[in-house]
Every structure is written in C-alpha cells, then in structure tokens.
C-alpha cells in the first residue's frame, strides 16, 4: 500500500491524487470523495482553492510580443538561419531523467565548441572525398569560399538519362618536393538506381580507405541520394571513422529540402559520449547545382561537355556549422588530352578547377564523362607538412 | 495588437506557402499565433526574454517544421506542443537559480486571487512543477500528455501537481490542506 493511500487510511481524508481526480471530474472515487466533501469542510476548502485557482490563471493578462519581433525572425531567415524543432510529441520515451539531460546538452556545447569550428578533418588518414576535402577539386573545410571570378553559368543542364549503374576504383597518392611518393587512399564509387519514397533515384555510394596515423584503417565513406531526372540531391549520409583523435566515430545524416538541408551530426568520442548536432541550413538559390563530394566524379557524365566549357558548381557541406555548408567550384575545359592510368588510356578534356583558392588539374572521358585523374596545378602542404602534389587516377571499373 | 487565433480553419494554401519559406505567409501565422504561443512559452520559462526567444525560434524554424505537420489536427494546438517542448528544452538548458520574490503572504482568499501574487507565485514553483502546473492546469493538457512532453511517468506528473498547488496554497495565504 502506498503512502498516501496508509494516510488516507490514517486520517480518514481522499488522498491528494483523489481530490485532484474530483476536481478534474475523473469518475475514480468521484462518488466517495464527493460523500466526503459533505462533511468535511478542509478538503471543501482544498477543492474550491483548486477550482478558483484553475479559474484565475486562465484570466491572467497575457503578454504582447515585442514589435520588432516578427522582424527578427524575417531577418534571420532572410540571412539564411535555419532551426530545427522538436516533433509535437517526443518520438519515444527516453530513460533518462531531466537532470541528466540538461548535463549532456551543457556536455555537447563545450566539446562542440572546442573541435568543430576547427572542423578537424583526418588527415592524417586519407584525403579522403573528392571535391571539398582534398581530392579532385578543393582542400578541407575552412572559410566560406569566394564565388569563382568571372562569374560563371551554372552547369547544365544536368540529364540523369546519361548515366548508367557503375562501379569505379580509384588510388590516391602523394608526392613530395623532393620526389618521395606515398600511399593517399583508395576509393569505390558505386552508382546504381534504386527507389526512394516510391521514386526512382540514383544512389552513389563512395568509400575511401587509408590509413591512420598510428597505422589503423580509416574510413570515410559516403551515400548519396539524387533525383533520376536532373541529379538534384535528395539524401546523404557520412560515415566517417575515425574522425579525429578524439572521437572514433562520425555520422552525418541529411534531407535536402526545398531551399534546405536538415538533418543531424552524431559523433561517437573515443572516452564513450556522444555528441549530437541538428543540421539545419539554407541552400542560395544561385548555387545550384548543387553537388555532394560522392557525385563529383560522376557529375560531367550528364551535362554536355565541350571545348572553351565553362561553368560552376556548389558542393554541399556537412552543414553542421556555418561556414561549412557551400563551397562554390569552377571548371573550366583547357584542352583535350589523351591519359593513361591504370585503368587505360582514354580520350579526355583536361579541365581546371577552381575553388577554395586551389587549382587542379582534371581530367574527365570525353566518351562518358568519367573522371579518370585529376592533379594539384602547383605544389602546396600536405597534412603532413611536407609541401607537394596529390594525384588521384582511376586503376579500375 | 495581434489578431486572435481564427475561429475558421485555416486556408491550406497559408500552411502551404508557409512551407516554401514565404514571408507574408510566415508573418500571417505569426499574427494569428504568436500571442498565445507567446503567453505559453512566458509561463513555462517564467521568464518574457525567454518565452520571446522561444517564440523567435519557434517560427525560425516553422517553415521547415510544417513539412512534418500533417494537418490532421488544429495547427494551434500543433503550434503549442512544439512550442511547449522548445520552451522546455530551454529550461532544461537553461538550469538557472530563480530570483523571483514571493509575493506577500497576505490573505487572498481562493476566489479572490490577486491576479499579480498569482503570477509571482507561479513564477516562483520550481521549474519543473511549474512546467506540470502550466500544462496540465492551464493548457489542459492529460497527466498522460504531460508525462510524454516532459519524459517523466503519469505518476510524477501527479505528484508534481500537487506539489505545485500545494506551493500555491501557502504562497497564496490559503493554508495547507489538513
């Protein structure tokens, strides 16, 4: 018997519970309380207190929002802030208890605080993606680029009907000034066609594979979701692990919605907490297209592609934090080459790529529009100090 | 001063453009909403920098957010859970001390309220039986809704009204109950 229950026992009163049962008119003990209130005039008294005060908190004067509040919230989503709300109810109970949770949001702010505005990439494993960090196009996270200088025409329009399901391989490496190559990664990109929502896509999955520092494997591999007909992403989803010294494991999950990307970062630290981070941002309208890093090889298999062809791109970051969320891209066609890689030798346009203030060399089939090689137009540091080059060339398909 | 909520339900095409990020669209919700969301998030805070931080944030994020509504029940009350539960998010983050004065313990009678020692006193509850106080008493929400929005059992939602109302009966001069 519970203790309110051995008082109400004790004192000959309707437990508390029982009285506010009453009042919100639950039929439980209605008919026993009621006979109570008869006779009893201090839980009378109990009741009209809860009945008149239920009364007078409804009448309590509500405040008026600031006039300039509205304006607020029209300037911040004119500037492009994003928020990501709660659903109305909680998805599922959780175990833990208000406490704990309020110390793990104040957790998550402080070592969000101290490691993604470095947005610490590993590199000391591979460069890992194609565009933004450190393979064919750009150099990791960093500063919001610059948009291309002349502005260019955005690429297009992309023709999903041109690609077909693929898969290609691909190795990374890095030479030094002084001539000392090493091992970067290597890299699978799969393209097949599959449905998502009840609608055909085109799904990319990419996985590059290096080692760590301290000679483990890393692995950084992302799924990328894009309409069938003109390529726009849809979903995408990081793996990344390790991600840093600190945390052993990383996962971003995105939607790409209307002018938004919303999803969620969750990392895995090496000590055993986790660290979680809504992702919500505004894509510019005058970025598209917009491209992931998995698609990057792929991409020019849809658009035509020809001699004095010039035309940007935007690759869509994590997005977790401002300055990561679009890195524009210029490519613009200088010649045509025949180049040999381990895959064989094909006909290609050599084309330079400009973003983030680096320049590459890329070479993409002028038959299919596969990117075969692509190369540092001039040495620059490397990850591990040493100034150099890093190639990435296709070995197979 | 702000319109009230509409009696008529509202036009799907509002809701719709809402979606797209419209801004005439979002500030015609605003109108119709953000008093009352406003009234709710300033008594579950406790606090009008708050309750308006929470208000901002509620329709920053509206646009994106009402692709999940799926229209099946009213938008306010839809409007009010999901501001109910940012509020109480901030709370949870927030875990400040409370610094607000109790009212006089003068004698209000229970049908008599001082509407100003009524609110100082529910400013006063400890955060989370104010957060059951507000919810259940005064948006009407079930013990069982409450114990879902604040991640705690049916039973401590009961235990905590009463312990609210409790806290208001003395604050308000009305006694102890036996």
Redesign the interface.
Known sequence: MRLSALRSVS?G?PT??AL?RYVDREPTERARVAEHLVRCA??R??V???R???D???????????PD??M???T???SG??????????EA??AR??PL??GL??AAAVVLATWLPQRERPHAAVPSDWFVSGSLFVDAAGAQAPAPEPPLSPAGPADGARLRPRTLQYVARWTDTTGHERFDGRAVVALDSVRMDGAPVWRVAQTWRGETGDHGEHVEAETLWVARADLRPLARGVHVAPYNRAFGRLEVTQRF????V?GAMHAEGTDGHEVRRPI?RRLPDDGAPYLTDAFAPLFLSAVDVGPRWARRVTIAGWAVVPNDVVYPVALRVVGAERVTTPAGTFDCWRLLVTARGRVLDYWVRKGDGVGVRSRDAAPRAGRDGTRGVREVVLTGE | MLASPPATPLSPDLIAHTRTGDPAALGELYAQHARALLALACRLTGSAADAEDVVHDVFLGLPEALRRYEERGSLASWLKRVTARVALNRLRARGRSREVALPPNAAHSADALDAVALQSAIDALPDALRAVFVLKEIEGYSHAEVAALLDITRGASEVRLHRAVAALRRALGGGDHR
């Open positions: 004192t009163h508390d519970r506010d201090a839980c008294a109990a009209a207190f809860r008149n005060l239920r007078a908190v409804c009448r309590l004067p509500q405040p008026e929002p600031s509040l509205l607020r919230v029209l911040d989503r004119a802030q994003r928020l990501i709300l709660p659903n109305a109810w909680p109970r959780r208890a208000w949770a309020a949001a104040a919605v209307g002018d938004s919303l919500a």
